[in-house]
């Protein structure tokens, strides 16, 4: 019994002193790292991805009818058609071939070939 009291008296000095030393905790040590980790975190990953997003989201409500598209699959494509929830587009890809894709595959807007020479073309001096 002698034995353990001595052990227990030594821990509980130790553990004064330490007290006394006002040693930085865990979250003093880790915390602000962690906190400027997530900061940058957030500015170069999450922002720029809810950017793209919204764009994206924006240039789908911009689809009109007899926009020439190509989808993430490759095929091009004029949109014909909407279906009533808006979450399907009717794509005529031949003349008497028509496909339903969902709007969220349209990948981009296929400039025709009219508007492509001319923003090409620099006027000349």
Do not use: W
Not at 3 to 30: D, H, M, R, T
Not at 53 to 74: A, M, P, Y
């Amino acid at each position: 019994m002698g034995n353990c009291a001595l052990f227990l008296n030594q821990v509980l000095l130790l553990a004064e002193e330490a007290a006394q030393g006002k040693q930085p905790g865990i979250i003093e040590i880790f915390g602000p790292p962690l906190v400027i980790m997530f900061m940058l975190y957030y500015f170069f990953v999450v922002m720029p991805q809810g950017k793209e997003r919204q764009g994206r989201e924006s240039f789908l409500n911009h689809l009109k009818k007899n926009d020439q598209v190509v989808t993430i699959g490759g095929i091009y494509g004029t949109i014909t058609g909407f279906s009533a929830d808006g979450t399907q587009v009717t794509l005529r890809v031949d003349d008497n071939a028509r496909i339903r894709v969902r709007k969220t595959s349209i990948e981009s807007v296929v400039k025709s070939e009219g508007s492509e020479k001319k923003s090409d073309e620099t006027p000349l001096k």
